[in-house]
Nanobody
Framework: QVQLVESGGGLVQAGGSLRLSCAASGRTFSDYAMGWFRQAPGKERDFVAVINRGGGRTYYADSVKGRFTISRDNAKNTVYLQMNSLKPEDTAVYYC?????????????????WGQGTQVTVSS
């Protein structure tokens, strides 16, 4: 089992920044690729970003490319999502997830463990 706890969400004005953190415990953190997903009210959960086990390979949704950065610190068992130039359409609950594969995936059904989510609200 892997337990994931997100933090860092909040209310921010458009154009602002937030950094989300996801702390992992349980199994060996570096054995998992890590992803971030988000779900806006009344919408399906969408892929945001993924980082491979070692941290050297990342992939982003087109909607956040150039604005968001995913990173990880395997010594601290933590994955981050730095969000810059935030827009009202980024408002959602953000979830981190762990995937046993090396590179991870943009498909939520391939992930094994999920956090409880953290709310991000961007005001216009």
């Amino acid at each position: 089992q892997v337990q994931l706890v997100e933090s860092g969400g909040g209310l921010v004005q458009a154009g602002g920044s937030l950094r989300l953190s996801c702390a992992a415990s349980g199994r060996t953190f570096s054995d998992y690729a890590m992803g971030w997903f988000r779900q806006a009210p009344g919408k399906e959960r969408d892929f945001v970003a993924v980082i491979n086990r070692g941290g050297g390979r990342t992939y982003y949704a087109d909607s956040v490319k150039g604005r968001f950065t995913i990173s990880r610190d395997n010594a601290k068992n933590t994955v981050y999502l730095q969000m810059n130039s935030l827009k009202p359409e980024d408002t959602a609950v953000y979830y981190c997830a762990a995937d046993r594969t090396v590179y991870g995936s943009r498909f939520d059904y391939e992930y094994d463990y999920w956090g409880q989510g953290t709310q991000v609200t961007v005001s216009s």
